[in-house]
């Protein structure tokens, strides 16, 4: 009988403590395979292959494209590359960005799901927002075990709470109890070995995020996947399909961007005040402009045709005052994030 051999990892801000009191307490002989992916920035060198190989017993590397999986290792997913497992292997792809990130969580967890189905772990820890909210579902969904790290020892507790509440969460335990529970559970015989039959939607999405398919087949599957919103894609501007699952709301674009509903609120958010700043700035060049016509005209003795650039001058003044405290107020106040 197989036994639960595959650990998925998946965590963000304030992560890192709670991995690497994790990996401290696996032993060197572990009967499984752990695979990571905390958020990080594309232009900065990773230095958690060696913080976790100090920390723990278990060599950990960052995973290359087409390695092989082997037992009592640690892959770490690298700077702008999602992770995927498949049958003994790894992939590596730069596709579009899941919940504004790459590497995203729910890729590498909805992957192990569809390959390794009841012999799955997945593990989310601190972070904000909700990346591996989906990703713990589709784990759930295929016979596996899900472990939250506990919300209220986490340093940010919107990732674990928000698994919490969208899905039947097995574990929710402090990071310290996590490494044992996980040494249990590998112990555990399970029904099903290798690829399991699940939902063609979490293949399809696997499918999308490895980018396995034409234009015309992204939209035909996406268009599956869920219904045509209201909505735009902030990444790319294109339209986004409205995914349901159970409780969880989510959204994707035909050329694979994908959102929670609360990334897409908080990349709205940002998009939005980039776009105010940048009517800021065109304003106040207006203001400049106008005065110096105004000037201009003065010189030429046209004092009606000045007064006229005087009053545009004032109004763009306006309009970019009004812009400049709201974007200078309290964030929590200036109610520029979108309601979705």
């Known amino acids: 009988m197989p036994t639960r051999d595959v650990i998925v990892i998946g965590g963000s801000a304030g992560a890192l403590e709670a991995l690497s009191t994790i990996v401290s307490g696996l032993p060197h002989n572990l009967p499984a395979a752990v695979f990571v992916v905390i958020h990080s920035s594309p232009g900065r060198e990773s230095k958690l292959a060696e913080i976790l190989s100090r920390a723990g017993k278990l060599l950990a590397t960052l995973a290359t494209d087409q390695q092989e999986i082997e037992r009592g290792k640690i892959y770490i997913a690298p ?3 999602h992770l995927l ?3 003994r292997h790894l992939t590596l792809v730069h596709g579009p960005k899941e919940n504004r990130s790459r590497p995203a969580i729910d890729p590498l967890f909805r992957s192990a799901a569809v390959h ?3 012999r799955v772990m997945g593990v989310l820890l601190s972070g904000t927002l909700d990346d591996g909210t989906a990703g713990i579902y589709a784990i759930k969904s295929s016979g596996g075990i899900a472990i939250v790290q506990k919300p209220s020892e986490a340093l940010y507790p919107g990732m674990p709470q928000s698994a919490i509440d969208n899905n039947q969460v097995d574990h929710v335990v402090p990071a310290r109890e996590i490494a044992p529970l996980l040494r249990r ?7 099903e070995g290798g690829p399991v039959t699940v939902e063609d939607d979490l293949q399809t999405e696997v499918d999308i995020v490895g980018q396995q398919m034409d234009s015309d087949q992204m939209i035909e599957s996406v268009d599956r996947l869920g219904r045509l919103s209201m909505f735009t894609c902030p990444e790319c501007q294109g339209t986004l399909w409205e995914l349901k699952e159970g409780d969880l709301t989510r959204y994707r674009c035909h050329v694979g961007h994908a959102f929670s509903i609360e990334s897409l609120d908080a990349e709205q958010a940002e998009k939005l ?8 700035r065109a304003l106040e060049e207006r ?5 110096k ?3 201009k005209a003065r010189d030429r003795n046209s004092e009606f045709t000045a007064r006229g650039f005087d009053v545009r001058a004032e109004e763009a003044n306006q309009h ?5 405290q709201m974007l200078l107020a309290d964030p929590e106040k200036r109610m520029i994030t979108p309601v979705v």
């Open 79 to 81: 700077p702008d590359r």
């Open 85 to 87: 497992v498949e049958n």
């Open 116 to 118: 390794y189905g009841a």
């Open 185 to 191: 559970l590998t112990r555990e015989e399970v029904s």
């Open 273 to 280: 005040e980039g776009a105010l700043w940048s009517a800021l």
């Open 287 to 291: 203001v400049a402009l106008a005065r």
């Open 293 to 295: 016509l105004a000037r």
């Open 320 to 324: 970019a005052e009004n812009i400049r």
